[in-house]
């Protein structure tokens, strides 16, 4: 089945640390999106790419770095620099750039800090 | 750029009851509204969605949304809920042209009470 693969579901992360969560689709999707999801939050766009080789910072980028080396893989890297990173992390893609497409999300990493 | 309110963070509802979710935008141009539901530790699934024409939208499991340009609102409706309908629903918002992200709301938590 075609589909969006987020692995780990659980991650713990050390003081100083950087993590990295993996995010795959073979859903062959241009487009791949890195969203945080905290309490009464709502989701908050971090990184988004929409071609390979090339990405764009969301509304809360800071502390976050992201790579698109392949059309199927889009890596989020908590780093050291984030220092509230507990959150539930959801991964999506969508079809094409139109904005009428719908996304198609992961089942989430859920990263808490140690 | 484009922002969602949704007014109540939780609605709770008896089962078989009728429930509406509140859902308004604000947004300069033409835009695209979504309803996505999130079941428990899973990602978003796509609910319904208006791009044109008619300004009711209906969904395969008896929701429905009614786009309201005049009061910038796109609720959602349903006339009787069961117990499954228990989740998190997130209104999405996007312009009807170029590439942009989505930008959600905060949610709205329904828990439905047997």
């Known amino acids: 089945d075609g589909g969006i693969t987020q692995s780990p579901k659980y991650l713990f992360r050390k003081e100083g640390q950087n993590v990295t969560l993996s995010c795959e689709q073979n859903?062959?999707?241009?487009?791949m999106y890195w969203y945080r999801q905290d309490p009464g939050q709502g989701l908050r766009l971090i990184y988004y790419s929409q071609i390979v080789n090339d990405f764009q910072k969301g509304d809360i980028a800071e502390g976050y770095s992201v790579s698109r080396e392949k059309k199927e893989s889009f890596p989020l890297t908590v780093t050291s620099a984030q220092k509230n990173p507990t959150a539930f992390y959801l991964c999506?893609?969508?079809?094409?750039?139109?904005?009428?497409?719908?996304?198609?999300f992961g089942s989430g990493t859920q990263l808490s800090v140690l | 750029a484009q922002s969602v309110t949704q007014l109540d963070s939780q609605v709770p509802v008896f089962e078989e009851a009728p429930v509406e979710l509140r859902c308004n935008y604000s947004?300069?141009?033409?835009?695209?509204l979504f309803w996505y539901v999130q079941y428990p530790n899973q990602g978003l699934q796509l609910l319904l969605k208006?791009?044109?024409?008619?300004?009711l939208v209906e969904s395969i499991n008896g929701f429905e949304a009614e786009f309201n340009k005049s009061q910038t609102s796109f609720h959602l409706r349903k006339p009787s809920v069961h117990i499954s309908d228990t989740a998190e629903y997130f209104c999405?918002?996007?312009?009807?042209?170029?590439?942009?992200?989505?930008?959600f709301g905060k949610g709205t938590r329904l828990s439905v009470i047997a």
């Open positions: 999506a893609s969508r079809n094409g750039h139109a904005t009428n497409e719908k996304l198609f």
């Open positions: 999405a918002v996007s312009p009807n042209s170029g590439n942009t992200p989505l930008v």
């Open positions: 947004s300069s141009v033409s835009v695209y």
């Open positions: 208006y791009l044109s024409g008619s300004t």
């Open positions: 859903l062959n999707h241009d487009a």
